[in-house]
């Protein structure tokens, strides 16, 4: 599937409002903590690829700024192999990733990740992923796993399809770029009001920076968005080194 099918109207039109709904689901949540715990891996997320992002529609184990943005960039992260071959990926070593799909097994330390798709109306629109900091030789069994967490995620994601008053296609796929660079906005909000070091925001920016493209002009918004995460008044004075976040489960 190259680059052009990824963003094919058919696909993102499959991408309901309930999967780019942030809020908390018990049943998700409870469902990547059960993957995580099983797989004995740090990270286990249900993971869906928009045209230019991946966004943590449930996770556990995320780094800090990746928590508060739930997104990175699509290109820096296998989950983009993996719905572009609609086949899962076992990767032991991340020496076995290619170019910028290593950016965040680089950035937080990740040696391994296992993933299959997560398919809704006939097209995949994301993936059911795990990993972890230490090398790992992934089997059939993690594949099972996998394959079954995926359909119990594709269950209750239809169950909340069905009881939702909110679905519209045209509406989903027009908001879908408002939906994207919503991940800056929170990354500088979270900055402005003391909850994210300038580091940890600028690395949660950088993980998001492979958005650029002819219809999205992702450094003109970041040079829009900046002066909003500078700290308010109130914040700064109180934003010391001791004050640093310690970070989530899967900080390094």
């Known amino acids: 599937m190259s680059d052009d099918r990824l963003r094919e109207r058919s696909r993102l039109l499959a991408i309901s409002p ?6 908390s689901d018990l049943v998700l949540d409870a469902l990547v903590a059960d993957l995580s715990k099983r797989a ?3 990270l286990a997320a249900v993971i869906v690829v928009l045209s ?9 184990g995320l780094p800090s700024e990746v928590q508060v943005s739930r997104a990175v960039s699509r290109a820096s992260t296998p989950c983009d192999t993996v719905v572009r ?15 910028s799909q290593r950016t965040l097994a680089v950035q937080y330390g990740l040696r391994s990740y296992a993933a299959v798709p997560l398919e809704l109306g006939g097209h995949v629109v994301g993936t059911i992923a795990v990993a972890d900091r230490r090398e790992r030789a992934f089997d059939a069994s993690t594949l ?8 119990r995620a594709r269950a209750r994601i239809e169950e909340l399809e069905r009881s939702s008053l909110e679905h519209d296609e045209e509406a989903s796929e027009n908001e879908l770029p408002l939906i994207e660079s919503a991940a800056l906005s929170r990354l500088a909000f979270a900055r402005r009001s003391g909850a994210l070091e300038e580091e ?5 920016v950088a993980l998001l920076s492979q958005l650029e493209d002819r219809h999205f002009r992702w450094q003109e918004l970041v040079a829009r968005l900046r002066p909003l995460a500078e700290p308010a008044p109130s914040t700064r004075s109180i934003m010391t080194p001791s004050s640093k976040l310690a970070g989530g489960g899967g900080d390094k």
């Open 200 to 204: 940890r925001f600028e690395r949660g």
């Open 144 to 151: 099972d796993l996998l394959r079954d967490t995926s359909a």
């Open 52 to 60: 230019r992002v991946a966004l943590f529609r449930a996770a556990v």
């Open 18 to 23: 309930v999967l780019t709904d942030l809020r």
């Open 40 to 42: 004995d891996c740090s």
């Open 85 to 99: 071959e609609q086949r899962a990926l076992l990767v032991d070593d991340d020496a076995g990733l290619n170019g």
